[in-house]
């Protein structure tokens, strides 16, 4: 992998195209800063163009004369600083950021006392009211900035005389403009790498220094066999892959977000579609941007192979529980909402991941199950075709109570809970004769199994409890006979020692 400036002598070119309107315009310093890049550059371009083929070396010393050359402007630069009326603009922008520094200080609590009285105000108006808080003194500076060069140019004929107020107003108007544009991007990493790219490229611009830099860059390739990649290219790509990236994020939330809302579908159709969606534009977003740097995507071919033998080896549960997942979808046997129970595990799924289904018991836990076990294990799904449920309930009555009313009383008390469904009233068999009871079965049908059945359960035996209470029916229990032998005979049972 090399490095190579090709594109030297027309950057050196432009540079004394620079100098020569700079001095022009009436800004000296600027002019004479161009001049100097233009015979630096110039000086390494034939430095390189004299060694010929270029080597490694030849690179290494054009990357060194271009950083001194870099050096040189910046004491060029330093030294323009020092004139008159150089020095003058400097003090009147320090003097214009202490005067907003000063604005600052009794405007804010003016502005926030005045949002305090303001009740109901929405939320979005608010966040927009702290964001010109934060800014106010950038907001006061630009103000006093214009109106500084306003004032500076009716009292000077030479640009040289307000040239670097009017650069500070500009520089400070499109800060200010990109710091309340990008707060409509809500990821905190993102807004301040938009942020940063959005400065940097509008001070190169409004320094009208874009082109070269864009020279610079263009001219700094990437070798990478028989191609080549600029880092102009990729800075391009970067930021198209970006912008694609956050444009694909939109498209899939706003679409997520109408599915969801849509009761045409199922509820694992919407989260099909959405997945779909999400893997089609993040994919052409990803090829897009490879395809605008100059990525050959032919050559994936390859990756995409070993990324193949890696999956067959070592991801095999990775790979089974993503198709375990798209089957899950496809099939509609499992949908968020239903109530399911898999071993110890009874609650009802709240959503399907790729890699898992997220299942919300009674109790509040949350359990990540793997879709291969959905798959591969047996499921109960209580509300797979319909959501009733029917519950069975064991019990006992004495020998001497009457069988018939007590089914009569069980029923009627199962009918007088609620939850427990009239439709399909409830029935009461005999399924055996006990040791010491009549064992009877009561059956009652739901149709509501998120909302527990264990408190379904509860609620009829109580119902069983004070219905036979009621009624004289009694519920047997296991019972044990102590005989106390006299102390003679128990003595006499003794074995001799």
Request: proline share 4%.
């Amino acid at each position: 992998m090399t490095l190579r400036y090709n594109r030297i002598a027309p950057f050196a070119r432009d540079a004394f195209h620079t100098a020569f309107a700079s001095l022009r315009s009436g800004a000296p310093t600027l002019g004479t800063m161009a001049l100097a890049a233009g015979t630096s550059v110039a000086h390494s371009a034939q430095m390189a163009n004299h060694d010929s083929p270029q080597t490694d070396a030849t690179t290494l010393e054009v990357a060194s004369d271009t950083a001194q050359m870099i050096l040189r402007q910046a004491e060029l630069f330093a030294s323009g600083l020092l004139r008159i009326s150089s020095l003058t603009q400097i003090v009147i922008l320090v003097v214009l950021l202490l005067v907003a520094e000063g604005a600052r200080r009794v405007l804010t609590p003016k502005l926030e006392a005045w949002v305090r009285t303001r009740e109901g105000m929405p939320k979005w108006q608010l966040r927009w009211l702290v964001v010109v808080r934060n800014r106010l003194r950038g907001i006061v500076f630009v103000l006093l900035a214009w109106g500084a060069l306003a004032i500076m140019q009716e009292m000077f004929r030479f640009p040289s005389r307000y040239y670097l107020i009017a650069i500070a107003a500009n520089l400070a108007t499109a800060w200010l403009i990109v710091a309340f544009a990008t707060r409509l991007i809500k990821n905190n990493a993102l807004r301040r790498i938009v942020n940063w790219a959005a400065w940097i490229w509008i001070t190169l611009r409004l320094l009208q220094l874009d082109d070269d830099t864009q020279v610079v860059l263009d001219s700094a390739r990437i070798g990478m066999g028989d191609s080549s990649i600029s880092l102009w290219q990729i800075l391009q790509g970067a930021a198209l892959l970006a912008v694609l990236v956050m444009g694909a994020r939109f498209i899939t939330r706003t679409t997520a977000e109408r599915l969801q809302t849509n009761e045409d579908m199922s509820p694992s159709m919407r989260v099909l579609a959405i997945k779909v969606i999400q893997v089609v534009f993040y994919g052409a977003a990803i090829f897009i941007g490879l395809g605008t740097v100059g990525i050959d995507l032919t050559g994936l071919a390859v990756l995409s192979g070993a990324i193949g033998v890696g999956l067959g080896f070592g991801l095999q549960k990775v790979v089974s529980n993503l198709v375990s997942g798209v089957i899950i979808l496809l099939d509609k046997s499992i949908k968020p909402g239903d109530v399911i129970s898999l071993g110890d595990t009874f609650g009802w799924i709240q959503t399907l991941g790729a890699r898992y289904a997220s299942v919300v018991t009674r109790d509040g836990k949350e359990y990540l199950i793997p879709n291969e076990d959905l798959i591969t294990g047996q499921v109960v799904n209580w509300s797979h075709s319909n959501e009733f449920v029917r519950l069975d309930i064991h019990f006992g009555t004495a020998y001497n109570d009457d069988p018939h009313l007590v089914r009569k009383v069980a029923i009627e008390a199962a009918q007088g809970v609620d939850r427990v469904l009239s439709h399909r009233p409830p029935v009461c068999h005999i399924v055996g004769f006990g040791d010491s009871s009549v064992d009877y079965i009561l059956r009652f049908w739901i149709k509501d199994p998120t909302g527990g059945l264990t408190n379904i359960r509860g609620n009829v035996f109580l119902a069983l409890w004070d219905a036979f209470r009621e009624h004289g029916i009694s519920i047997p229990f296991p019972q044990r006979e102590v005989t106390m032998l006299p102390a003679a005979q128990h003595d006499a049972d003794q074995p001799p020692a």
